[in-house]
Every structure is written in C-alpha cells, then in structure tokens.
C-alpha cells in the first residue's frame, strides 16, 4: 500500500481487522515526523447527530438508557446514526420521533464534535430542536429508552451530582447552560 499523509504522521500499512453494521476497526502502522514508527487503531464509526430538544415549559427533554458497553444506564440528549444517503435534519427528526416521541418545527445546527477523536472517527453534529409537537415513530427494535424531562434551572444539578457522563450530552447542556447563563453549582 502507498504511503498516506495523515497530518504530521504518514500511513505505512494499514490492516482492517473488523467490518460490522456500525463500525469497522483498522490498525494502522505510521511513520512519525522524529522517524519512529508508531501504532494507531482506528475505530472507523457512522457519523451521528445529537438534538437538544428544549421545550416551551423551559424544560429539556432527554433520554435514559442502559449503555452495555459502560454497564451504567445513562441520562443523554437524543442522538443517533446518520442512515447512508440521509441528510442529518432527517436523521434529527427521525431520532426525536423514536426516542422522545416529538417532532421539532424548528432544528438549529449548534455545532459539533469527535466523540473521542485519539481513535475514533465518529462525528456528531449537535442541533438545538425547538417548537415541539407530539409525534410518535416506534423506536428501534435493539432500544428501550424513556424520556425524562428536566427543567432548565436543574441542569446544573446533573452536572455537580455527576448524572452527565457522555460527551454529546456533556458539550451540548454546557451549550445551554452558556446560552441561558445557567451558573455551575459548587
């Protein structure tokens, strides 16, 4: 295989190791710029969005799921994969109908980031969904999640008690706490 330029390190050889429905896992051997070689694994994952639905009682609506992976069951914003050919309003829409079972009249695009960029390729992007209306889609057969509603005023509180504990969830209600200048508690 050719040599591939990734920034300052170059690519040598790379290996697939695993390709499933959702993510694929490669090695990579790359060359450093001191000349030393080095090992990156890579797990190659769909990107995603994540909705911050607020609603118009001044509460945010979000998700509680068991994580297998974590062994935890989890408070988290809605947040899904990004179907192949799907534009990501489509994928926000079609999340917030399963999980929350609401329909957002307005999506705003917040911003977005790596789930954890040191060797995952998984990209979220982070929309703030507004003007709610009931809107029931089934969830997905491998889900069972509910929805918790959680007034603005007590989302400092999830975070000091340590009830926010995944990224997507963490970057956006800090997105909320700045927008509505909600203060961290001690």
């Known amino acids: 295989m050719a040599e591939e330029q990734k920034g300052g390190e170059r690519q040598a050889v790379s290996r697939r ?30 990107h995603a969005v994540g909705m911050l639905a607020v609603t118009d009682r001044e ?20 947040a899904g994969m990004i179907e192949k050919g799907e534009d990501p309003r489509e994928t926000a829409v079609r999340e917030m109908q399963e999980e929350l079972g609401v329909k957002p009249e307005k999506l705003t695009r917040i911003g977005g980031c790596y789930a954890t960029p ?7 992007t982070l929309f703030l969904a507004e003007g709610l209306t ?28 340590g009830r926010i504990r995944d990224s997507k969830t963490f970057a ?15």
């Open 17 to 46: 190791l695993y390709d499933g429905r959702i993510l694929s896992l490669r090695v990579d051997d790359v060359l450093m710029p001191s000349g030393r070689t080095a090992v990156r694994e890579v797990v190659e994952h769909k």
């Open 59 to 78: 509460s945010v609506l979000l998700v509680r799921q068991y994580r297998y992976a974590v062994d935890e069951e989890m408070l988290e914003i809605c």
């Open 118 to 124: 040191g060797f995952c390729t998984e990209f979220m």
């Open 134 to 161: 009931a809107s029931a889609l089934p969830q997905d057969d491998d889900e069972d999640v509910s929805t918790v509603e959680v007034p603005l005023a007590e989302v400092p509180r999830l975070f000091s008690e």
């Open 172 to 186: 956006a209600l800090s997105w909320l706490m700045a927008w509505k200048g909600l203060k961290p508690q001690e």
